[in-house]
């Protein structure tokens, strides 16, 4: 920037001075941001200063990203004088000390005081006036909290690296609740869920005590809990998400930081939107438990308890963890779920009927169903356990890991691979809980050499054509359908499509909905004859996948035929939702719903899941869905 001319500053001089005029000012960050064409953001900077007597306030921006000289503040503090205040100040404060050196020669007046301070409250003050205007009850800053400093923000700062990097969401999810059952933490951080799991938002959640970790679970929706009494939260993300005053800190301190996605932020969300940040001593709790979890091994954790010993800012403290589940005993029926039952976890119930059956003596059916209606009536739980080999014994774990959640899943499997090494389900739900796709493969992959063990050559060779409709051989189709959704997910198509074809060749009846995999593997690979001759081996199946598939395929084959356009007529009369998912005009609306009804937005969002890959790689798919869908009218007439 181009010196201030010297007129400009003898004209500055010859304002009427005020003693009771002191201006604070220098160079500040703009609280807000400003994207580049390549995506990335910047904050602009801006010379700023505020008349401590009046409150008259000049900001002269900068448009770069790159800071400015010190030129641009006195140009700031020139234009203060001349435009608004028409006086000149007894003193100036700034908080940098060559600056202060730099205006004092500038201006070369013997009676201006200019004074250096480690802070500037009112300009503080004005750019978080600037925040609020930009932002809709923008956060409070870190160093706005009680007690909080710079040097406790960094050791903050260095135990939430710490936990990034060590990533206990490896082995921990948001549905384990840890209590912390020493030290004795401030209110509202006793109870605490570990968040990356889902591989969206990373931190750790807090509740108030397990009752509100239950009714979170049940209840989802945000706003009911904090709507009772608010909730702390330690999330991370990338620098623009910060409040500003934080942004400052990290930038102008160089507080540690895991990554460009890794900036923490400690947070109180209470009812009405009110928000706060973490007073010292909260701060000093937090710090402790982000190190202990981050020292936390896989094993300790299985454990059930265990403690660290950490080396916080206060000094050292001992941390104890615990969760609960998982010191209940094996057998301990697991809490209970919110939304629908794991369907898997029932077939306990007809394997028990099945195996009662075998064992009785009956005289007629209607002597087997009373008898059946009078032993399995009862909660699921209350039956009573035939299980006599290890490998039962080992089923009977996984049906309570069905119904189980998070680590507790775990501890049950591997307590069923101890019992017998040949139980497949065990090695399912292994692979569910890997955050690892290769992991997951290889789980999935020793799921389905225990299954074919467990079966023995004899089962295969008889049974082909019926598999599903015997009870024992299900957790090996599970462990197949598992390694062929995980090869498909690692670009191992082919593969993939054959373990699918095996699967339907060994139940045609297709229970578990292999079909729907298979066709938009076939379409993605390429295979549009094979698709086509899957579709007619099912026929005019009445669901959305299926007939978008079939619409799909025939456009494939045939372009804008007469043909396709039937098919997709068909689609559209048995969901009218889907296009909009199919074409990117509506966006996804999140996870996979567990239940859908026909021709509801729940059964749209399972078609574009399996499907929205296979359109979207087909040239020309999309505009043709698109140009083909009829708009919906709106409600409103026109005026005559």
Known sequence: MPPVPSLVIDRFKRLPRRADEAWQGGLVRVPTWVEAPDG???RPWGAVWVSLATGLVNVQLEAGDVAPDWTLVLQS???????????????????????????AAALADPELAVTVRDGLPAVHQMVRQMAAQLEDAPPPDALDAPGVTVERMRAFAAAARDFYQAAPWRYLSDADLIHVEAPAVAPGLAHITVLGAGGRTFGLGFFASPKEFEAAHADPEPETLLGRHG???????????????DVDLWEEHRLPVAGPAAYP?????????????????????LEALLLALAQSTEAEIDRGRWSHEVRTHDGPRAVTLAIPELLAPLDAPPPRQPGLPDRRAMERLTLEAERFVQTSMFESLDEVNAALLQRFSGPIDDI??????????????????????????????????????DCADAYVVLAEESRSPDDSRALYEKGVAAGERALGPQMFAEEAGHFWGMVTTRPYMRARFGLAQCLEALDRRDEAIEHYRELIRLNPGDNQGVRYSLLAALLLAGRDDDAATLLDQYGDEPTALWRYGRALSVFRREGDSRAARERLREALRTNRHVPRLL?????????????????????????????????GATPDAARWLHAHTPRRKSGKRRKR
Do not use: N
């Open 583 to 615: 074409t990117g005009d509506s966006e996804w609306p999140g996870p996979e719903p567990d239940a859908y009804a026909p021709g509801s937005r729940e059964e749209a969002v399972i078609c574009d899941a399996e499907l929205g890959e296979a359109w």
């Open 265 to 285: 932020v400690a947070i109180w969300f209470g009812p009405d939107r009110r928000l706060r940040r973490p007073r010292a001593a909260e701060l000093a709790d």
């Open 77 to 103: 503090l020139t234009d203060l004088g001349f435009k608004f205040a028409r006086c000149r100040p007894a003193r100036l404060e700034v908080a940098d000390e060559a600056l202060g050196a730099q205006l």
């Open 384 to 421: 009573p356990s035939t299980a006599a080999t290890p490998l039962e014994k080992a089923q009977d774990l996984i049906y309570r890991a069905f119904e189980a959640r998070g680590r507790r899943r775990v501890q049950l499997a591997r307590r069923a691979l101890e019992l017998s090494a």
């Open 231 to 245: 909730e702390w939260a330690m999330l991370y993300g990338p620098l623009p998400d910060m409040p500003f005053g």
């Open 40 to 42: 990335t953001a910047h």
